[in-house]
C-alpha cells in the first residue's frame, strides 16, 4: 500500500516540478534566470523537486514489484 502511495505522490510530484521548471526553458525564462539570483534559484529548486519526485516514484515502484516477506 505505501508503495503505490509513494508511486503516485512521486509521480504527481514530478508532473508538476516539470510543469514549473518548463518556464524557465523559455527565452524569457532563461534571460530571468540568468540575471536575477532569486529566479535561478527557483529555476534550481525546482529541478531538485524533480528529482526528489523520480527518486520518490523509483521508490515506491520497487515496494510495489518487491513485496516483503509477511510473517
Partial sequence: MIGIVLLVAGLAGFVLASSR??????V???????????????????????WIAA???AVGLVLVLVPGKRG
Avoid: H, I, P, V
Wanted: hydrophobic share 15%; aromatic share 10%; net charge positive.
Fill in 21 to 26: 521548471r518548463s518556464g524557465y526553458d523559455s
Fill in 55 to 57: 527518486g520518490l516514484a
Fill in 28 to 50: 524569457e525564462g532563461t534571460l530571468k534566470s540568468t540575471f536575477s539570483s532569486s529566479e535561478r534559484s527557483k529555476k534550481e529548486g525546482w529541478e531538485t523537486g524533480r
